[in-house]
Nanobody, 120 residues
Framework: QVQLVESGGGLVQAGGSLRLSCAASGSIFNINAMGWYRQAPGKQRELVAV???????????SVKGRFTISSTISGSNIKNTMYLQMNKLKPEDTAVYYCNADLTDQSRYWGQGTQVTVSS
């Protein structure tokens, strides 16, 4: 099992920046991929960014060039903290952001979520 705890959310004006953190504990060496998802009121949860084993990253089109995911999931060098640097924030980025970990046995874990609110 893996436990995930997010932090770093808050209220920011449009154009500002925030950095989210996700601390992982437990069976972190079984992690195959980690990512950030978000869910706005009345909308489905959507992928924001993901980093897979081998440190390959992928971003939603809506955040490319503004958000950066960072972690290391390769070999024996697996960091237990993942970050999401969010720059040039827009009101439409307002959502609850969730940290996610997918393990090699296909199990999936979620953090409790952290609120990000961007005012116009």
């Amino acid at each position: 099992q893996v436990q995930l705890v997010e932090s770093g959310g808050g209220l920011v004006q449009a154009g500002g920046s925030l950095r989210l953190s996700c601390a992982a504990s437990g069976s972190i060496f079984n992690i195959n991929a980690m990512g950030w998802y978000r869910q706005a009121p009345g909308k489905q949860r959507e992928l924001v960014a993901v980093v897979t084993r081998g440190d390959r990253t992928n971003y939603a089109d809506s955040v490319k060039g503004r958000f950066t995911i960072s972690s290391t999931i390769s070999g024996s060098n697996i960091k237990n903290t993942m970050y999401l640097q969010m720059n040039k924030l827009k009101p439409e980025d307002t959502a609850v952001y969730y940290c996610n970990a997918d393990l090699t046995d296909q199990s999936r874990y979620w953090g409790q979520g952290t609120q990000v609110t961007v005012s116009s």
